[in-house]
């Protein structure tokens, strides 16, 4: 069996991704009307900070070089924490599908940003891709109907989720433009250790107002899917994959989140996606097949 090359390792990393932040704006919907989005977000930072934290503690001692500008770790986690804020947010009066649209922004947002800081240049074959892939998810989002394509209007929730998408693609870039060098897993706890203190400070009124013992079974398990999977695991793969994949590359990845959503929709018994749907996931799958060749490897 050949070897997977670094960048595949990358573009594999991704795809799980997608399925895994999917899995968010579903659940996530679900939840929403029972808890403030503060309060949730603190609980599952909080929770995922603590995991990491054993683990790290598990490895052993943390060399000194990884407390070196601390102020990385509350940069980062700041636009971590404005994006999930935002998401819960704009999910207690927008449908899952809907935010994920917003979410497709993403690439050409990460792009825009990528070249800012790093001056990381969009290739003809990449555009192309973000283009297919745009095509595609749209296509999905409004199955197909063109009419309802004409006829859409931006919803106070998605307007807010907009900003939380373009907090999420700036920290992409720059990741990798604070990186220097330390052990993944240490730096994904001075991130999350650092997201869990903001929440605590900022949500503290919202924290202290929820009745945690008369929260419903759906918001308990959202919490732990969202600060083990969609946040612990996410962060490991963000991370590995803005190491080996220029940042409008990994944010492709966001096209398929769509499709995503449709299918975690179908598993928790929200409805199936019509037969027609299958040709924006064709769209999105030829965008990413697009994005297999690397023209540029990351410094």
Known sequence: ???????????????????LVAGSFSLGAMAAPHIAPEALNAARFLLAALVVGVVVALRG?????????????????????FYFVTMFTGLKTAAPVS??????????????????????????????????GCAGALWVVFRGDMAALAAFRIGGGEAIFFWGCVAHALYVPLLRLLSR???????NAGILWSGAALLGVYGAPAILATDWLALPGIVWVTIVYTALAATGLTFVIIRYSTLRLPAAKVMAYTYLTPCWVLIWELALGHGAPAARELVGVALTLLA????????????
């Open 1 to 19: 069996m050949p070897e997977v090359s670094e960048a595949g390792r990358g573009h594999l990393a991704m795809l799980c991704f997608s399925a």
């Open 99 to 132: 935010l994920a649209a917003v979410f497709t922004l993403n690439p050409i947002l990460a792009g825009g940003f990528g070249w800012i800081l790093m001056r990381q240049i969009t290739t003809p074959r990449m555009a192309l891709a973000l283009g297919v």
């Open 288 to 299: 990413l097949l697009l994005l297999l060749k690397d023209e540029e490897a990351p410094a």
């Open 61 to 81: 001692p943390v060399a000194r070089s990884a407390y070196a500008a601390p102020w990385r770790y509350v940069v980062l986690a700041g636009l971590f924490v």
């Open 181 to 187: 060098g330390e052990p993944q897993l240490i730096f």
